[in-house]
C-alpha cells in the first residue's frame, strides 16, 4: 500500500483497524499519510479518537462502582435458586463454587459472586 494512495473507504478500515492496534507500518503509514490530506478523514479519525477516550473513560468509571451488599447478596441467591433448578449441587448437599460460577457465567459477569 502506497502513502496517499488509498480511498477514502479504505482508509476508514485502517483506522478501525488502527484501534485494534492491529496494522502494519506501510498500511499506518497509509493512513497516516492519506489522513494528513483528506479533511474528511481527518473528522472521522477525529471523532473516533473522541469516541474511544470517552469508552476508555467510561470503562475507567465503571471498574471503579462497587455494588451494594444486598445487591449483591440478591444475586448470590437468585445464582443458588438457579444451580438447585439446574441440580447442580455437591454431594454433600452444598452448592460448590464452581457451580456458581458456572451460572454467573450467564450474568455475563462471573465476579459477581466474589463479594
Same mark, same amino acid.
Given at each position: 500500500?502506497?502513502? +496517499?494512495?488509498?480511498?477514502? &473507504?479504505? +482508509? !476508514? ?7 485494534? =492496534?492491529? @496494522?502494519?507500518?506501510?498500511?499506518? &503509514? ?9 479533511? &474528511?478523514? $481527518? ?5 473516533? /479518537? !473522541?469516541?474511544?477516550? $470517552?469508552?476508555?473513560?467510561? +470503562? ?9 451488599? /444486598? @445487591?449483591?447478596? /440478591?444475586? =448470590?441467591?437468585?445464582? =443458588?435458586? /438457579?444451580?438447585?433448578? @439446574?441440580?447442580?449441587? *455437591?454431594?454433600? *448437599?452444598?452448592?460448590?463454587?464452581? &457451580? @456458581?460460577?458456572? $451460572? $454467573? ?11
Amino acid at each position: 500500500m502506497e502513502i +496517499n494512495k488509498i480511498n477514502c &473507504d479504505e +482508509n !476508514q478500515k485502517l483506522m478501525s483497524r488502527s484501534f485494534d =492496534k492491529d @496494522l502494519t507500518e506501510p498500511e499506518s &503509514d497509509a493512513m497516516n499519510g492519506h489522513t494528513d490530506e483528506c479533511p &474528511d478523514c $481527518a473528522g472521522i479519525l477525529s471523532e473516533f /479518537e !473522541q469516541l474511544t477516550s $470517552a469508552l476508555e473513560d467510561l +470503562n475507567v468509571f465503571y471498574n471503579t462502582i462497587e455494588p451494594r451488599m /444486598e @445487591l449483591v447478596n /440478591e444475586i =448470590k441467591s437468585t445464582l =443458588k435458586k /438457579e444451580v438447585m433448578v @439446574l441440580g447442580k449441587i *455437591g454431594p454433600s *448437599g452444598e452448592l460448590r463454587d464452581e &457451580d @456458581l460460577d458456572i $451460572a $454467573a457465567a450467564g450474568t455475563g459477569n462471573p465476579s459477581i459472586i466474589d463479594g
